[in-house]
């Protein structure tokens, strides 16, 4: 389970600084100067959700565990919302409309990407154990 976190961690860390760092579909501008410090973006951002994220996805995971949710869509959709509520607290519905759409969007992908590593490594057998 350990190490299917941190790979979760680390496949969110991926997603969360290539949609952020790259450009948008409407802008047909160059790439910025920033985008040369990708992999640093990625390596600390994979810190930081590995950090950040560790007790309440602890808990999603050990609900999980219990009740021996196997479902891929399970694992997706709670990934994602997890991020955003991580992000944008609980009244995340309440932005709708502002102009932060695409980051949002970024954060989503990020944690639905996190919850599908995660089954593909560990959620897959949850609750075999009983």
Do not use: H
């Not at 808990?59 to 479902?71: D, G, I, Q, T």
């Not at 759409?101 to 609750?127: C, D, N, Q, S, T």
């Amino acid at each position: 389970m350990v190490l299917a976190y941190v790979l979760a961690c680390a496949t969110a860390s991926i997603v969360l600084a290539v949609g952020t760092f790259t450009l948008q579909w409407n802008d047909l501008s160059l790439p910025s100067p920033e985008t040369f410090v990708l992999w640093t973006g990625i390596a600390v951002t994979a810190a930081f959700i590995t950090i950040f994220a560790m007790l309440p996805t602890l808990l999603v995971l050990v609900l999980a565990e219990w009740l021996a949710w196997r479902s891929i869509l399970i694992y997706a959709a709670l990934g994602g919302m997890l991020a955003l509520i991580l992000v944008y607290g609980l009244d995340f519905a309440a932005y709708v409309g502002s102009v932060f759409v695409r980051e949002r969007e970024v954060v989503a992908a990020a944690g639905i990407a996190g919850g599908l590593v995660y089954w593909l490594f560990a959620g897959r057998g949850a609750g075999a154990w009983k």
